[in-house]
């Protein structure tokens, strides 16, 4: 693979307006000022027991940097409006430098020019240009098949996709790569972020077809139709799955739950007794650190959503139990207030698992539920390049 075809350049891709604020900052401004500052405060490091805070710049500036060093982060932050960090500015600064968005004079000083005014103006070509080079049609495309996705279910596309098109191999960091390219596409309107589910817009669609050849529309939108229809049946399945749980005999219930346990990694799980309000309960041991920790779970399989009340109540039961946390199950959801009790200071932990956690973990263990494979067929491009050396002569 040649330098050429590398697509990931910057680990941390900033935001675009972020760029814009910083570009118009940095105009006239040395560029070894802007260098010096930074390192004066990436060297300051703290430790496990005493680490810096870096929260609120107008305290922390002041307290830690002096001289020109103060004078470029105060510029910096006060003229961005309080909106970047200087604490982060090295993100902004290696990418400026990477796609030469600013220019140097004899002095060494930087200079909005050609490219840094495209970029501010939003020029098609430019902005093509600097998202091909960091991956950011391939992640809407990766986007395009899925009709919503959290980042758990993007990262196998993206990690393999790095792993060709990151000049130093798969980067340690390929999470952070991928929510700050995320958080990128959602300010540019590219993407919809929904309580934790990412899908692609109108606008990214628009976006990816107008930077694609003729030839490979046609066969991204085949592909596209493909992975959304089976998405689409995907989804029929797990709301087929979920109306089943509320149908099931709740004897047949409470063991489903044993059975979604033991494969989660509890140990020692036993249903303890069955009722007839269609709830569970259940003891079971979890491994935390070299200890194993006895957990009581409850199922309730209500229509209406979870109370605070039964949050209080799982956790006043523990004692009896001699259990030390407790886990509530629910094919309905949640009310308000409830992330606040279950996880309440010097309280003993609650965790919480609503329907649509609960039919993603049977969907991820397989129980109630069958993965079929589907074999997709597709030219391997790279096989009839040519390469470098066939290309020079």
């Given at each position: 693979m040649?330098?050429?075809?590398?697509?990931?350049?910057?680990?941390?891709?900033?935001?675009?307006?972020?760029?814009?604020?910083?570009?118009?900052?940095?105009?006239?401004?040395?560029?070894?000022?802007?260098?010096?500052?930074?390192?004066?405060?990436?060297?300051?490091?703290?430790?496990?027991?005493?680490?810096?805070?870096?929260?609120?710049?107008?305290?922390?500036?002041?307290?830690?940097?002096?001289?020109?060093?103060?004078?470029?982060?105060?510029?910096?932050?006060?003229?961005?409006?309080?909106?970047?960090?200087p604490?982060?500015?090295?993100?902004?600064?290696?990418?400026?430098?990477?796609?030469?968005?600013?220019?140097?004079?004899?002095?060494?000083?930087?200079?909005?020019?050609?490219?840094?005014?495209?970029?501010?103006?939003?020029?098609?070509?430019?902005?093509?240009?600097?998202?091909?080079?960091?991956?950011?049609?391939?992640?809407?495309?990766?986007?395009?098949?899925?009709?919503?996705?959290?980042?758990?279910?993007?990262?196998?596309?993206?990690?393999?996709?790095?792993?060709?098109?990151?000049?130093y191999?798969?980067?340690?960091?390929?999470?952070?790569?991928?929510?700050?390219?995320?958080?990128?596409?959602?300010?540019?309107?590219?993407?919809?972020?929904?309580?934790?589910?990412?899908?692609?817009?109108?606008?990214?669609?628009?976006?990816?077809?107008?930077?694609?050849?003729?030839?490979?529309?046609?066969?991204?939108d085949?592909?596209?139709?493909?992975?959304?229809?089976?998405?689409?049946?995907?989804?029929k399945?797990?709301?087929?799955?979920?109306?089943?749980l509320?149908?099931m005999?709740p004897?047949?219930?409470?063991?489903?739950?044993?059975?979604?346990?033991?494969?989660?990694?509890?140990?020692?799980?036993?249903?303890?007794?069955?009722?007839?309000?269609?709830?569970?309960?259940?003891?079971?041991?979890?491994?935390?650190?070299?200890?194993?920790?006895?957990?009581?779970?409850?199922?309730?399989r209500?229509?209406?959503?979870?109370?605070?009340?039964?949050?209080?109540?799982?956790?006043?039961?523990?004692?009896?139990?001699?259990?030390?946390?407790?886990?509530?199950?629910?094919?309905?959801?949640?009310?308000?207030?409830?992330d606040?009790?279950?996880?309440?200071?010097?309280?003993?932990p609650?965790?919480?698992?609503?329907?649509?956690?609960?039919?993603?973990n049977?969907?991820?263990?397989?129980?109630g539920?069958?993965?079929?494979?589907?074999?997709?067929?597709?030219?391997n491009?790279?096989?009839?390049?040519?390469?470098?050396?066939?290309?020079?002569?």
């Amino acid at each position: 693979m040649s330098e050429k075809e590398y697509k990931i350049t910057i680990p941390t891709m900033p935001l675009y307006s972020n760029l814009k604020n910083i570009i118009k900052i940095w105009d006239n401004v040395p560029k070894d000022s802007i260098k010096d500052t930074i390192r004066t405060i990436l060297n300051q490091v703290g430790t496990i027991e005493n680490p810096v805070d870096w929260s609120d710049p107008d305290k922390w500036i002041n307290e830690r940097l002096t001289g020109e060093d103060a004078i470029i982060a105060l510029k910096v932050w006060n003229e961005s409006k309080k909106t970047i960090n200087p604490r982060y500015m090295v993100r902004l600064y290696n990418f400026i430098n990477t796609h030469a968005l600013l220019e140097l004079d004899k002095n060494k000083i930087y200079h909005i020019e050609k490219r840094g005014n495209l970029f501010l103006s939003n020029d098609a070509h430019i902005v093509h240009e600097i998202d091909n080079k960091e991956g950011i049609p391939d992640l809407l495309n990766i986007l395009s098949l899925k009709k919503s996705a959290k980042i758990r279910d993007i990262l196998p596309d993206w990690d393999e996709f790095i792993q060709l098109f990151f000049r130093y191999g798969k980067a340690q960091t390929s999470q952070e790569m991928l929510r700050s390219r995320l958080a990128n596409l959602t300010e540019r309107n590219l993407i919809f972020k929904e309580r934790g589910f990412y899908s692609i817009s109108p606008k990214g669609l628009d976006y990816i077809k107008s930077i694609s050849t003729k030839s490979s529309i046609k066969s991204d939108d085949e592909k596209r139709s493909l992975h959304l229809s089976i998405e689409e049946y995907n989804q029929k399945q797990r709301k087929s799955l979920k109306e089943k749980l509320s149908e099931m005999d709740p004897y047949q219930f409470e063991h489903l739950v044993k059975n979604l346990l033991e494969q989660m990694g509890y140990e020692n799980v036993i249903v303890t007794k069955q009722t007839g309000d269609q709830g569970v309960d259940v003891v079971g041991e979890i491994q935390s650190g070299i200890s194993l920790v006895k957990e009581v779970i409850q199922v309730k399989r209500h229509k209406t959503n979870i109370t605070r009340p039964i949050i209080d109540q799982l956790r006043g039961a523990l004692p009896y139990q001699r259990a030390i946390r407790g886990t509530i199950i629910t094919t309905s959801k949640f009310s308000k207030g409830c992330d606040e009790a279950a996880n309440y200071p010097g309280a003993a932990p609650i965790t919480l698992m609503d329907g649509d956690n609960l039919v993603e973990n049977l969907v991820k263990y397989q129980i109630g539920i069958l993965r079929r494979s589907i074999d997709i067929l597709e030219v391997n491009d790279i096989t009839f390049r040519k390469n470098d050396e066939e290309n020079n002569y």
